[in-house]
């Protein structure tokens, strides 16, 4: 961790999505109680919605029912990374001040964030850490057998390390740009933005605080995401 005292000024929290009209006002709701949290600790905040080739109206609900000042950025990529690399890129050059004073979040459009999330990386940042991976959970495994849950519990156990999700990211806009930002990849941006920004030498810290709650629906937006891991798991053999 750097040893000198950080402060933050601002926030920025990037949400790509997809065709997520139907669980969109959720995770927007959640936001804003997040951000309310931090609201007087940290009160320059931007919300941006990258609304990635949709057509089922998800742009104009993010406008509805997104908090005061939301902005939402139409793209057609078609690819979750060049879509958060999009949100960050319009935060940075339009409104950070401050690269080193800026923290960024990010997570996805079929996400809830507990009203703890932000505050929990910025005690984080604060310490002087400059980029938080934080866990995901799954409530409701209706659309699953109990074997694929139970084989995902194995599956996390055996991993060397825990995971970076983007739908549970952050770090400081200076780390971001020393990394050279969010590599536009169609999967595992998430991981690759974590690396590199390892690879910077700047301090990381995977957090167990703050679980963001996530969709276990069968069809994914993004190739090789969660859905297909649970699709994988789901036809291993017995």
Same mark, same amino acid.
């Given at each position: 961790?750097?040893?000198?005292?950080?402060?933050?000024?601002?926030?920025?929290?990037?949400?790509?999505?997809?065709?997520?009209?139907?669980?969109?006002?959720? $995770?927007?709701?959640? %936001?804003?109680?997040?951000?309310?949290?931090?609201?007087?600790?940290?009160?320059? #905040?931007? %919300?941006?919605?990258?609304?990635?080739?949709?057509? &089922?109206?998800?742009? &104009?609900?993010?406008?509805?029912?997104?908090?005061?000042?939301?902005?939402?950025?139409?793209?057609?990529?078609?690819?979750?990374?060049?879509?958060?690399?999009?949100?960050?890129? #319009?935060?940075?050059?339009?409104?950070?001040?401050?690269?080193?004073?800026?923290? %960024?979040?990010?997570?996805?459009?079929?996400?809830?964030?507990?009203?703890?999330? %932000?505050?929990? #990386?910025?005690?984080?940042?604060?310490?002087? @850490?400059?980029?938080?991976?934080?866990?995901?959970?799954?409530?409701? @495994?209706?659309? @699953?057998?109990?074997?694929?849950?139970?084989?995902?519990?194995?599956?996390?156990?055996?991993?060397?390390?825990?995971?970076?999700?983007?739908?549970?990211?952050?770090?400081?806009?200076? $780390?971001?740009?020393?990394?050279?930002?969010?590599?536009?990849? $169609?999967?595992?941006? &998430?991981?690759?933005? @974590?690396?590199?920004?390892?690879?910077?030498?700047?301090?990381?810290?995977?957090?167990?605080?703050?679980?963001?709650?996530?969709?276990?629906?069968?069809?994914?937006?993004?190739?090789?995401?969660?859905? #297909?891991?649970?699709?994988?798991?789901?036809?291993?053999?017995?």
């Amino acid at each position: 961790m750097s040893s000198t005292a950080r402060t933050i000024t601002q926030v920025a929290v990037v949400v790509p999505a997809r065709d997520e009209a139907e669980g969109l006002p959720a $995770a927007l709701a959640a %936001l804003t109680v997040a951000m309310g949290r931090v609201a007087v600790a940290c009160p320059r #905040q931007r %919300l941006l919605i990258v609304a990635d080739s949709c057509s &089922d109206g998800t742009a &104009d609900l993010a406008k509805r029912h997104g908090p005061t000042g939301t902005q939402v950025v139409e793209v057609d990529v078609g690819n979750v990374g060049a879509a958060r690399r999009r949100g960050f890129t #319009q935060a940075l050059r339009s409104w950070v001040d401050d690269p080193e004073r800026c923290w %960024l979040a990010t997570t996805d459009a079929d996400s809830a964030v507990p009203p703890d999330w %932000l505050e929990a #990386q910025l005690h984080l940042a604060l310490a002087g @850490w400059d980029a938080v991976a934080g866990p995901i959970a799954i409530t409701d @495994w209706t659309s @699953w057998p109990p074997t694929v849950r139970h084989r995902l519990q194995a599956h996390r156990r055996a991993q060397h390390a825990p995971s970076a999700h983007g739908a549970n990211l952050g770090c400081s806009a200076a $780390a971001y740009l020393d990394a050279g930002g969010m590599p536009p990849l $169609a999967t595992s941006e &998430d991981r690759a933005l @974590w690396l590199a920004i390892g690879g910077t030498g700047r301090p990381v810290c995977h957090s167990t605080a703050a679980p963001v709650i996530t969709s276990a629906r069968r069809h994914g937006r993004a190739p090789g995401g969660l859905a #297909q891991l649970l699709t994988e798991l789901e036809d291993l053999p017995a």
